[in-house]
């Protein structure tokens, strides 16, 4: 039984947790959107998310576990159960000469745990600096930046099912990563929490700089020496110069994929837009095209819609410039207008990588 208590706002206490009633989630995500949730929860142990899913009360709502929240766009009240991760934790699984594993809470800021990395002198995530959000969501969105994805380094990690409070550890194999995808998105789509990630990392750092800019930002930092201090860095001002700050300016990074097209498509669009960039792509079957470009080339950088628009910097970042407000349903009619626009005028279908709940 739960325990109705009186104050501020309704809580609902089940030992060893407190769950709170119509909370507002302005603060839990980037975009600034001022949705509440029905019920909200913050777990910090396995236990008490177990805990959490065997409640009677909560079996047959909607279920939503939330990081930073730098990837979510709240489009309306949210009429279920919103569970913060807050499992913290770093710890050495195993090492040798050549390699380190390391297992972390999913509720680790993944900037932070970065950073502690190149401290170590452990390498193979440099290139990953400034993402924003937790070691958990890194994996469900197979995060990637600049010629490196997190399953480049990826082990295994322990996730719960959120129907029966069970335990499993996925390999490599089983996440079934893709280009920012992962089965976590495809056949277990809210069916899981993860609970911890391992990544192996080197102890002799193998340096990716020939991705994007990062080689002329080497340069223009007058860098002798390489190190994976000085590629994060590099990689921090490109992304500082490109992406505003959340905290300043609500957004939630990128907020299309780069289309993934075949090479006839890409040969067609060049005869017409001769000019088209295109990424190498791991898949020999198709052609990487920048969303960025497709964007600015239907004039959408920069322009302004009422509270929301695109960043003036980066077409690929949608922005709410009223913090607090409900924004998230123009924000998304706007992605819809880009998306139609894009695919009138390339015949290209562009792809969330936020999650719209």
């Not at 957004?251 to 289309?259: D, E, R, Y």
Request: a negative charge; hydrophobic letters at 40%.
């Amino acid at each position: 039984m739960i325990n109705t208590q009186p104050g501020n706002s309704e809580i609902m206490q089940t030992a060893p947790l407190f769950i709170q009633q119509h909370v507002s989630l302005t603060d839990f995500n980037t975009f600034g959107i001022g949705a509440t949730a029905r019920y909200f929860a913050l777990i910090q142990t396995s236990l008490e998310l177990q805990a959490l899913l065997l409640e009677p009360a909560f079996h047959e709502i909607p279920k939503l576990i939330l990081g930073d929240g730098s990837n979510v766009l709240f489009t309306q009240q949210y009429d279920g159960l919103v569970i913060k991760n807050a499992i913290k934790g770093i710890q050495i699984t195993k090492e040798n000469e050549d390699h380190v594993w390391l297992k972390m809470g999913a509720g680790e800021n993944w900037h932070q745990f970065v950073m502690y990395c190149i401290q170590q002198g452990y390498g193979g995530i440099e290139n990953l600096s400034l993402i924003p959000g937790t070691i958990g969501a890194a994996p469900v969105q197979n995060i990637g930046a600049y010629g490196v994805e997190l399953g480049d380094v990826f082990s295994k990690l322990e996730a719960m099912n959120l129907n029966d409070g069970t335990i499993k550890t996925f390999t490599r194999e089983e996440c079934q990563f893709g280009y920012r995808d992962s089965i976590f998105k495809n056949a277990y789509k809210d069916q899981y929490a993860i609970l911890s990630v391992e990544l192996c990392l080197d102890k002799k750092p193998q340096f990716h700089v020939e991705y994007g800019n990062i080689k002329d930002m080497l340069q223009s930092m007058q860098i002798q020496d390489l190190s994976i201090k000085a590629v994060s860095d590099a990689v921090i001002h490109i992304r500082k110069s490109k992406l505003p700050d959340p905290k300043e300016l609500g957004n939630a990074g990128s907020f299309f994929k780069n289309p993934l097209i075949s090479h006839s498509h890409f040969s067609e669009l060049k005869k017409n837009f001769p000019h088209i960039p295109s990424f190498p792509n791991e898949n020999s079957d198709s052609i990487k095209i920048p969303a960025a470009w497709l964007i600015e080339q239907c004039g959408w950088k920069g322009k302004r819609l009422g509270d929301v628009g695109v960043y003036e910097k980066q077409a690929l970042i949608l922005v709410n410039y009223n913090a607090n407000n409900s924004n998230g349903a123009a924000l998304l009619a706007l992605a819809q207008k880009i998306q139609e626009s894009v695919n009138e005028k390339f015949s290209v279908q562009l792809t969330p990588e936020v999650k719209v709940c």
